[in-house]
């Protein structure tokens, strides 16, 4: 078998000897062409893996099932394999690389026995940018090649750029037997290597993504002087013309798609004000020499929570998701070869396959029991082009980035915290990241609902030590002079039934107007003992049915929740152990003092 597919030695060793491995009965490079992804379509076709929806309806669209045991991230498998066992830190599931990958080669050896290996390669940014790092994946799933042809930049002109150099990311994935007992998602930073085996579910097996954009990548970023985030990008424009730019990180399902692609509500769309999405998912930062935060996605499209996604709750994902989109796990329309899920219409199919491919009665859904009694799994999605989206920025192409005027947390929170508060400044801001809590959701594996600490969002996605991580970006905070603002903010406060208080969605937009008056300095605020929170008139809420009294409730502060609270944190501080910053230790202090006054 010729395995020089590429004039680059490097890439060619490296295909050769994992060739040797996992012994594929082929060898196909993808070149980014239509042709090419055309011709895997329809191969994908014929053997079941993928399905071809309603041309009409949903042209170029496709439905894939993934195996009923792999339908989310799996973080108890997932692996930061370094040298050293203290630099993957506390948080980090750790196994020591030689050992890694002699077991896994085990479970690799032979895997792709009758099969195409396919050979992706790929940019995450704009290619020959500076922000751009290119990538190789190997896989036996089309389904796979297909997705990350939407989610990255893949072509030839990615190994053009690449040259004779040996700076890119490795990865190799097998689906092998979809094993969950024997399922490793695992990271060498220290290598640039990525092995994932036995999964073909999203975020485990599209290396460009959670793997490569933010577990490699922040790894590299702490090296190299930037960060890598799990946030969105979204620029507000006022009708002078003018945009802001706000990045934002919440965690796994927790509303960032939501908050990315936001239409304003009528008051701010009659006077002008529009909004464009950068990016949903990932962000990779670094100081611009203005010594501000210059921001880009480094993806290529959407790989979006289906469920809850609807012409009210998200009309610009709904329309990107209309073509050329790849659903994973949704509920089959028989009627019309059209897609459901819940959350979509008040109007569920009356004949129907549920997300495991089984004949669904609608009328058996169970709230409590979702995963066996939904038409579409809770974390069921959409594989979208950035192109496609009606409100992209024209700025998603730009090798440049945007600039960042605030940085905003937050996190699924019924109670604790705030509609929103902004925190005294870069150093008292990254302590808010830091003590991030939110409730599980069914994006990962495990347990729906339990509040679990998610420092900035990242708490799966840190390629190295948790406190490292928080140093550097205390050390981000001293290089940009003029970085971004941090604010906090909680869309899912509830009331005593559970509902939740704040309208959420479109509406957000007016507490992201406060948050850009306050990066202008137009705005006052009341100083609290967890920052600067708004003065109750300020939230802009014409047309909206909310009264001064629930306002007024989803701007306090429970002193005696948040000292409860302190308690949590100072334990998880104790669980990432000796590298936490002391500058947090005082922070954490700090508010304690604040709040028992
Ligand atoms: P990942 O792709 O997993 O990183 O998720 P995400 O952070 O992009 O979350 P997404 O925007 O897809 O939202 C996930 C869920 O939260 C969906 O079911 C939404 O309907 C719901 N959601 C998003 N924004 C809001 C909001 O403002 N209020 C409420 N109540 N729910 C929201
Ligand atoms: C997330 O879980 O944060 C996602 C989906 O964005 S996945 O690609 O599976 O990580
Ligand atoms: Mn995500």
């Not at 290598?191 to 290396?207: E, K």
């Not at 908050?259 to 008051?267: F, G, N, Q, R, T």
């Not at 569920?348 to 579409?376: F, M, Q």
Request: charged share 25%; net charge negative; hydrophobic share 40%.
């Amino acid at each position: 078998m010729n395995t020089n597919v590429t004039s680059n030695k490097h890439v060619n060793e490296w295909i050769a000897e994992m060739v040797r491995l996992v012994k594929p009965s082929g060898i196909v490079l993808i070149d980014g062409s239509e042709e090419q992804a055309e011709a895997l379509r329809a191969e994908a076709c014929s053997t079941g893996e993928m399905m071809k929806l309603n041309e009409e309806k949903l042209p170029n669209c496709y439905l894939h099932r993934t195996a009923i045991n792999d339908v989310a991230r799996v973080e108890h498998r997932t692996f930061i394999c370094t040298r050293k066992r203290e630099d993957a830190g506390n948080i980090n599931n750790w196994m020591d690389p030689t050992e890694c990958y002699e077991k896994l080669s085990k479970l690799y050896d032979g895997s792709y026995k009758g099969k195409t290996m396919y050979v992706i390669p790929y940019s995450m940014s704009v290619v020959g940018s500076d922000f751009a790092k290119y990538g190789i994946e190997l896989t036996d799933s089309i389904y796979v090649v297909l997705n990350m042809l939407i989610m990255t930049r893949v072509g030839l002109n990615v190994l053009e750029a690449l040259g004779d150099s040996a700076d890119f990311i490795k990865g190799l994935h097998a689906r092998a037997d979809i094993d969950e007992e024997k399922r490793y998602i695992c990271h060498f930073p220290e290598d640039n290597t990525i092995w994932s085996v036995n999964s073909g579910y999203g975020g485990n097996v599209l290396l460009g993504k959670k793997c490569f954009a933010l577990r490699i990548a922040s790894y590299l970023g702490r090296k190299e002087g930037w960060m890598a985030e799990h946030m969105l990008i979204l620029g507000i424009e006022n009708p002078e013309g003018e945009v802001k730019y706000i990045s934002a990180a919440f965690p796994s399902a927790c509303g960032k798609t939501n908050l990315a692609m936001l239409i304003p509500p009528e008051v701010y769309k009659k006077r002008g004000y529009k909004t464009w999405c950068v990016g949903d998912d990932i962000a990779w930062l670094r100081v611009g020499k203005d010594g501000r935060l210059w921001a880009v996605n480094p993806e290529n499209g959407f790989f979006g929570v289906a469920p809850g996604t609807n012409e009210n709750s998200n009309p610009n994902a709904l329309h990107t998701a209309m073509k050329d989109t790849i659903f994973t796990n949704v509920c089959l329309n028989l009627d019309d070869n059209t897609v459901w899920w819940e959350g979509l219409d008040n109007n569920p199919p009356k004949n129907a396959l549920n997300w495991k491919g089984e004949s669904w009665d609608y009328r058996k859904y169970d709230k409590a029991d979702k995963v066996n009694t939904s038409g579409a799994h809770p974390n069921s999605r959409f594989t979208a082009m950035a192109a496609n989206c009606p409100c992209l920025s024209d700025k998603f192409n730009d090798p440049a980035g945007v600039p960042i005027s605030a940085i905003v947390f937050g996190g699924r929170r019924a109670k604790t915290a705030p509609l929103v508060y902004q925190s005294f400044g870069w150093q008292h801001g990254a302590f808010v990241g830091s003590i991030m809590a939110s409730e599980t959701t069914a994006a990962a594996s495990g347990a729906v609902g339990v509040v679990r600490r998610d420092p900035m969002a990242m708490r799966p996605f840190v390629g190295y030590d948790m406190g490292d991580y928080w140093a550097h970006w205390l050390a981000m905070g001293k290089v940009a002079a003029n970085a971004p603002k941090i604010f906090h903010v909680n869309w899912f406060r509830t009331d005593d039934e559970g509902h939740f208080i704040w309208p959420g969605f479109g509406d957000n937009m007016r507490v992201l107007m406060w948050i850009l008056a306050r990066c202008e300095g137009k705005v006052g605020a009341t100083e609290t003992a967890i920052g600067y929170v708004p003065n109750v008139e300020d939230i802009n809420v014409e047309g909206l049915d909310i009264s001064r009294e629930t306002m007024t409730e989803l701007l306090s502060v429970d002193k005696a929740l948040w000292l409860e609270d302190c308690k949590g944190i100072r334990e998880f501080y104790k669980q990432v152990g000796e590298r936490v910053p002391q500058e947090f230790y005082a922070e954490l202090e700090a508010l304690e003092a604040r709040l028992a006054k």
